[in-house]
């Protein structure tokens, strides 16, 4: 049972457009967590969400965390090349030392 | 600053072949973590350490098994390499519980069981 589901899977798209990514569960998370991985290199984290409603800007990227702390979202606006990868998000809880990954939304931006 | 290191960055084994992946981190994190990625999926959790002296077991650890050397040093043990192992596996490493702390992944050992 996957408990945290992204989509899409896969997402191919001009430079220039807007995209979202989501993430979606039926549990709730104290924190989540996105990730952006490039081939052959691990995650690196974009950003941190723990507050229900929370929006967080990052230059052209910008999280949601749903108000039930269940789902969250990643928009990007004008996307370039250099924003091609595979997005992850990571749900964790309280007191649970670990997360949970979701499968990832490979991005790709094409020039 | 290296951030969390891993070696060998690729292996190649035959079925039933024992190995270590090692990995080192110079953060002083306290917690430190094993995953395992394959295409289409997302990072599983194999063991992890909340901190030096504990371990415990993620969503996958059969076939596996780990050992918290001290603060910097988390090594993955695979005792019977199967086919089935054959994957891209991920330390990471995180200054306190990941509910209130990021983690610092290294680049990965990419191990293939024959």
């Known amino acids: 049972t996957q408990l945290l589901e992204q989509s899409p899977q896969f997402l191919s798209i001009q430079e220039g457009e807007n995209l979202t990514v989501y993430c979606n569960s039926s549990s709730v998370f104290s924190s989540l967590q996105w990730y952006r991985q490039e081939p052959g290199e691990g995650p690196v984290l974009l950003v941190t969400v723990v507050t229900g409603g929370e929006v967080k800007k990052l230059k052209r990227l910008t999280f949601q965390f749903g108000d039930a702390r269940k789902d969250s979202s990643l928009h990007i606006t004008a996307a370039q090349p250099g924003d091609t990868g595979l997005y992850l998000c990571a749900g964790a809880r309280t007191n649970a030392g670990k997360s949970t990954f979701g499968d990832g939304t490979t991005l790709t931006v094409k020039p | 600053n290296a951030g969390v290191t891993q070696t060998p960055k690729f292996q190649v084994l035959k079925t039933g072949q024992s190995m270590t992946l090692q990995c080192a981190q110079d953060?002083?994190?306290?917690?430190m973590y094993w995953y395992r990625q394959d295409p289409g999926m997302g990072l599983r959790l194999i063991y992890y350490?909340?901190?030096?002296?504990?371990?415990d077991k993620g969503e996958v650890p059969n076939g596996y098994n780990v050992s918290r050397l001290n603060k910097r040093e988390f090594s993955l043990r695979l005792e019977s390499a199967a086919p089935s192992q054959t994957s891209v596996y991920f330390c990471?490493?995180?200054?306190?519980?990941?509910?209130?702390?990021?983690?610092?992944f290294g680049n990965g050992t990419r191990l293939t069981v024959t």
């Open positions: 350490s909340a901190s030096e002296g504990t371990t």
């Open positions: 990471a490493s995180s200054e306190r519980p990941v509910h209130n702390s990021p983690l610092h």
């Open positions: 953060m002083n994190h306290n917690s």
